[in-house]
């Protein structure tokens, strides 16, 4: 029995639930990239690309913060733990060490759209169960999509 309760049927909360968890793990594993390249970026777009990352860390870090209020208004308990996301992420590992800005732009470019493109088939689950987390994953969904975008449009010459 949850401790939060929700008019929600079951199976269509545990739907909701999963997307919704699936999605923090990958927005906090997003947010931690994007960090990671912030902190060890170099190379002449330094300032421009610098605050760019810091953006998308922010957007990613406050969207989770709403996904996991959402699951746990539904009764289901989010999980940030770093090993829950280490294991559960669909974001692309990201190397370790110092990032030239054109790497690191293409980077983030690469997890925003594979990050996107899960959130577009949870839409397609979610939309039928919960329109009201369908709602917040589409707002999500065009979000990531601008700085999807922004960081492709970075690299094009």
Same mark, same amino acid.
């Given at each position: 029995?949850?401790? #939060?309760?929700?008019?929600?049927?079951?199976?269509?909360?545990?739907?909701?639930?999963?997307?919704?968890?699936? %999605? +923090?793990?990958?927005?906090?594993?997003?947010?931690?990239?994007?960090?990671?390249? =912030? @902190?060890? /970026?170099?190379?002449?777009?330094? *300032?421009?690309? =610098? &605050?760019?990352?810091?953006?998308?860390? #922010?957007?990613?870090?406050?969207?989770?913060? %709403? &996904?996991?209020?959402?699951?746990a208004a539904l009764g289901i308990s989010p999980d940030g733990r770093a090993a829950t996301i280490a294991g559960t992420s669909g974001v692309t590992a990201f190397p370790s060490g110092w990032i030239k800005d054109s790497d690191a732009v293409e980077?983030?470019? =690469?997890?925003?759209?594979?990050?996107?493109?899960?959130? *577009?088939?949870? +839409?397609?689950? #979610?939309?039928? &169960?919960?329109? &009201?987390?369908?709602? /917040?994953?589409?707002?999500?969904?065009?979000?990531?999509?601008?700085?999807? @975008?922004?960081?492709?449009?970075?690299?094009?010459?």
């Amino acid at each position: 029995m949850p401790v #939060i309760k929700n008019s929600l049927p079951k199976r269509d909360r545990e739907t909701a639930g999963a997307a919704l968890q699936a %999605t +923090l793990t990958d927005l906090l594993d997003l947010s931690l990239v994007a960090k990671q390249a =912030h @902190w060890n /970026l170099y190379g002449p777009r330094f *300032r421009s690309v =610098h &605050v760019q990352l810091d953006e998308a860390a #922010i957007i990613a870090r406050n969207h989770a913060d %709403t &996904v996991a209020e959402r699951a746990a208004a539904l009764g289901i308990s989010p999980d940030g733990r770093a090993a829950t996301i280490a294991g559960t992420s669909g974001v692309t590992a990201f190397p370790s060490g110092w990032i030239k800005d054109s790497d690191a732009v293409e980077a983030l470019a =690469h997890a925003l759209s594979a990050v996107t493109g899960r959130l *577009r088939k949870r +839409l397609a689950e #979610i939309g039928p &169960v919960d329109v &009201v987390t369908e709602d /917040l994953l589409i707002g999500l969904t065009a979000d990531l999509e601008k700085q999807s @975008w922004m960081f492709q449009a970075e690299n094009r010459a």
